[in-house]
């Protein structure tokens, strides 16, 4: 299975940007970078995809190197609200989704 | 109107008995899972199912079992309940060939006793 590596915590502070880096060594040509939010005793919700460059919505954005082996995670101005659990996953087409640990994202006041 | 809805939400049984979960999608989509998240957090695909084929992962106990009544419905049936089965299962569903993103249920936290 694809297997991605992120930190397992993040500390921020409301109005500050956050950036959670992802690596994906392994990450094969058809494959997409894929992030989720989830919040406490909530199901993981769909953030954002990306195959290379940047990619931006209303949410955060994506950037992706060249090389596709590594991923950020780009959340402007976080507010309390945005303390959650952050999954990256490579994802390709008809597989299904696996999800690693994740990135919990403290953000204080 | 909710797109993936899990019932119940709440679930408190004793060893050995036998129980399910159910789950429906008004999305429209044609492939429904079930995920299990245990007390480290980590979620683990237990079984992807559309009306053509049933993918299982091979670390899921026999005693676990899909049932689609219809490419709306995924209902989760466990035989025999365990201790270890004490979880939060998470269902989804997703479009093949379409958009990639998962729409997740809320939940059902199941606790064995």
């Known amino acids: 299975l694809a297997k991605t590596t992120q930190p397992i915590s993040m500390d921020s502070y409301e109005g500050q940007e956050v950036n959670i880096t992802c690596s994906h060594n392994?990450?094969?040509?058809?494959?997409?970078i894929t992030w989720y939010q989830q919040f406490p005793s909530q199901g993981p919700r769909f953030i954002i995809q990306g195959y290379k460059t940047k990619v931006t919505n209303e949410v955060a954005s994506l950037f992706i190197p060249a090389d596709r082996k590594s991923s950020t995670l780009s959340l402007p101005r976080v507010s309390l609200s945005d303390t959650a659990v952050y999954y990256c996953?490579?994802?390709?087409?008809?597989?299904?989704?696996?999800f690693g640990g994740g990135t919990r994202l403290m953000v204080k006041p | 109107d909710t797109a993936v809805s899990q019932t119940p939400k709440y679930l408190v049984t004793q060893m050995g008995n036998d129980k399910s979960i159910k789950c429906e999608q008004n999305l429209g989509h044609d492939t429904m899972y079930w995920y299990k998240q245990d007390s480290k957090k980590f979620l683990k695909i237990m079984f992807s199912y559309n009306n053509k084929e049933l993918i299982i992962n091979e670390t899921v106990p026999n005693r676990f079992s899909p049932k689609s009544p219809d490419k709306a419905h995924l209902n989760l049936h466990i035989n025999s309940l365990e201790l270890g089965d004490s979880a939060v299962y998470f269902c989804?569903?997703?479009?093949?060939?379409?958009?990639?993103?998962?729409?997740f249920g809320s939940g059902t936290r199941l606790t064995v006793v």
């Open positions: 989804a569903s997703s479009q093949r060939g379409g958009s990639y993103g998962y729409t």
């Open positions: 392994n990450i094969a040509t058809n494959d997409y």
């Open positions: 996953l490579q994802l390709y087409k008809g597989n299904m989704l696996t």
